[in-house]
């Protein structure tokens, strides 16, 4: 971690050159970076997005379960499967 002072201050917005007012060097965690194919993948697949649009949709109109509902149904399914 004792190279990120030095990189800071080379790439710190008095010091960084630009491309149209935009800075070449970004710095992210590993944890986001990581995370960026699966977004792109998710991104990428039009049924979930559309699935998540409606999701969006649902949520914004109220139409939503509470955890013990959730678990209820889950307990349901976990029932009839093991008949």
Same mark, same amino acid.
């Given at each position: ?21 935009? $800075?070449?060097?970004? /710095?992210?965690?590993?944890? @986001?970076?990581? &995370?960026?194919?699966? =977004? ?7 049924? $979930?997005?559309?699935? /998540?649009?409606?999701?969006? @949709?649902?949520? &914004?109109?109220?139409? =939503? ?19």
């Amino acid at each position: 971690m004792r190279c990120l002072p030095r990189l800071h201050s080379r790439v710190s917005d008095g010091d960084c050159g630009g491309t149209n007012g935009r $800075a070449d060097v970004m /710095l992210i965690s590993v944890a @986001e970076y990581e &995370s960026m194919p699966e =977004t792109l993948d998710i991104l990428g697949d039009a049924e $979930a997005v559309a699935d /998540l649009r409606q999701s969006k @949709e649902d949520f &914004s109109a109220g139409d =939503t379960y509470t955890a013990a509902q959730v678990r209820a149904e889950l307990e349901q399914r976990r029932r009839l499967g093991a008949q």
